[in-house]
């Protein structure tokens, strides 16, 4: 098995790189697609982190990203993203021809715009309590109907995952980093 992490706007951080190496002990490769090319950026902000993905074109070619790096994959592959690549993880998942196991994501909010889409592997998405732009239960409500997505809702904001975001919530980080640990293990004996 294989492990892809999808960054979220604020691109490759040391933070990718320490949940990087907790993973991969559970997988042949563990790889992380992110909007920068590889390089943490060092943004002063979340707004300057935005506009700057805004300008590498947004969801689209990072979902192609995404999917480019599934699709090129020697083994099956464990795809976990957060905020933006959660969305692009999700667009993956419901691609034909990847060989995808199963996919994460956290705090995915483009998703909503792309919920009329059917994974086609099993998903998890994991909701923060909240968001300003949407009502979170009832998107979870809906996307739960879906064949294959199970939701789950962490008792934290958007970027909780993440030591950079205003909304990172410790507890609630070392909480599902421990679940994705455990996720990654028993997907390796799959």
């Known amino acids: 098995m294989e492990i892809i992490l999808a960054t979220e706007i604020w691109g490759r951080t040391p933070r990718t790189d320490a949940l990087a190496a907790l993973l991969r002990p559970h997988a042949r490769r563990v790889a992380v697609a992110d909007p920068f090319d590889g390089r943490d950026p060092h ?72 919920a009329d889409r059917t994974p086609l592997v099993p998903v998890d998405l994991i909701f923060p309590d909240h968001e300003p732009h ?9 996307l739960e109907t879906r064949p294959l997505v199970t939701c789950r809702r962490a008792d934290a904001g958007h970027g909780f995952m993440n030591p950079l975001s205003e909304n990172h919530d410790e507890t609630a980080s070392r909480l ?13 004996r799959a």
């Open 43 to 114: 943004f002063a902000s979340e707004e300057q982190a935005y506009a700057a993905y805004l300008d590498r074109g947004g969801l689209e070619p990072y979902a192609r990203r995404v999917t480019d790096m599934a699709r090129e994959a020697a083994h099956p592959v464990l795809l976990i993203g957060f905020s933006a690549g959660a969305g692009a993880a999700w667009a993956a998942a419901c691609t034909k021809g990847l060989p995808l196991l199963r996919a994460c994501c956290f705090y995915g909010s483009a998703i909503r715009t792309m």
């Open 134 to 142: 949407f009502d979170v239960d009832a998107l979870a409500a809906a």
């Open 176 to 188: 599902w980093t421990d679940w994705l640990v455990r996720l990654a293990e028993a997907s390796s």
